[in-house]
């Protein structure tokens, strides 16, 4: 096959999109499907090489592999290699295992697996994910290992006709799976090879029924046409479109229109610059989302200033010191001790295994930095309140807990154990125990019965839960049944409900009015605390929040949806005898540029108001019942008395 100009112009279109995307997602919305043009051409040049070969009876699969990892493993074995080494300075023992762990599972070519059991891709915690992007690199790979596999072996039973009909029906299957899967679970879908495999098969079909355009002009008017659609993608799609399901054929079948028009003459597409960062596209891809991680990390004001130019710098030198190393191909699997990439591929895997198994390599032991060392010593304070929580959530009330731990539902008698004439109930999850210190503190001082039930991850409701599996639903349906059974015993004033989130998707006005039935005289609703991906304590040991004396933040870990819940419930019809409190309105504030300033520390101490994403600690729980839960409380069981 000729050199194709046009196919590498379009490897430009496509890593441009993608690095924009990355480094400031605003001016491309759609700029991720950028990858989806870079499966297509995959899968065209990859289907071109095993087919003619097949057809010639030439094609050796061990040769097949040995030139993809020739291509692949050095570059991508070159970045790990330099992560691991800045790793070694900057990264906290548990960031440090988790990159090793990134970089054996992407050697291995199964991170996308790995990221599909995590968080989507355009989750605000995977810009802690230092190789990210090298799930599509595995989804590439598996396509490398599977598809001429089934090729060479249906090629035993299959006329070359028929073979290529294999390849419809792949493309078809593949497809009507991927929308299937998208509407069912995008976030995993995005991920995976079954869902993916149509791009490339597309690109495929391109190799095997190429159109026959008879002129110029219909050359020309194809290939303009898949530009269009290509570029109109990058601006109509964002990362709240289902993907990949149907919407992916936009830029797909733009980049299939491109192909098969073989138009080499377009200078939008052919031309010096397209040219370059077209050889350098692999490069580029491999190295611009560390730097992108690397700017998050460091909050680096308008890194994209300096990201996106570092990295077509980066892709030019990994391309001329790297990928034009020549590393020879053997045509059989006994020279396999030969091919250089696999010891590349086995040093790295190794160091790789050995951090993560050593979780993250110690401080202390292995004598890393004093700096990140005291920052893990910052967060294991924290964790270390997390797990000494027991008493501070009475989590001795907890069902899920009690389950899990000694078998039996019951929990702690002084739960909800009468202590006296009316009361405030304290009814929900994980988050309305974060708010019992503060509570049992406050109502203590004014001789009010407090009570308690609660259970892992188990929001309010009348009915089975329908969001939980397993033993959280069998302990969150049984604690949820005994807070009734509870309430309608005890009788209490005032009954407090408190989640993590989804409060915009439960019948309060159903629970309501169950509860004034048994006795209640008010409800309140808490709404949802501040959160922050993947924690507040790692938020703030970034660099530029690290021993800060503020006591408002604004970082882009803040889960903005949890303020958009907020807002949902406080537009909501009143319902009478149900109060609702925000507690976003007292804890976070819109800055001067209109972003979120958040509260992290209490006004007299510099502990953290939370300990991990968002449950309270102590000094929180004090901090939120105190300065906003409790004047509305004490007002409404003065006036329910």
Known sequence: MNFRYDINGLRAIAVLAVVVFHFNPQWLPGGFAGVDVFFVISGFLMTSIIFNGVEKNTFNLFKFYNARANRIVPVLAAMSAVLLVFGWFYLMPTDYRDLAKQIEKSSLFISNLMFAKGGGYFDTAEHTKWLLHTWSLSVEWQFYIFFPIIIITLKKYLNFVNLKRVVIGLFLASFIYCIYATSKDSKTAYFLLTSRAWEMLLGGLAFLYPFSLKNKLQQICTQFFGLILIVASYFLISKDTPWPGYMALIPVFGAYLIIVSNYQNNKLINNPVFSNIGKWSYSIYVWHWPLVVLGFYFAFEDWWIYGIPLSIFLGFLSYQFIEKINFPRFVSWKYIYKVKPLYIFLIILGCANIIKENNGLDFQKYGRLSQVSEKNSFLNHYEQQHKNLYETYWLKCNTYSSLTDKKTFETDPICIEKKGNGGVFLWGDSHAESLSYGLRTLLKEHNIPFYQKTSAGCHALLAETKRLEGTFKTACDHSNTVAIQSIEKLKPKIVIIAQATDHDKSDWDTITRKLL??????????????????????????????????????????????????????????????????????????GPDKEYLCRVKPDNTNELIQVDYGHLSKEGSLFVVNGIIKDHLLKLYDQAQ
């Open 517 to 590: 039935s048994l006795g209640v005289s008010e409800v309140i609703l808490i709404g949802p605390v501040s959160q922050w991906k993947p924690s507040l304590p790692e938020t703030m040991i970034k660099t530029q929040h690290w021993k800060t004396e503020s006591k408002f933040i604004s970082d882009i870990n803040l889960d903005t949806n949890i303020i958009k819940i907020d807002q949902i419930m406080k537009g909501k019809e009143p319902i009478k005898h149900l109060n609702y409190i925000s507690l976003t309105d007292e804890l976070c504030k819109l």
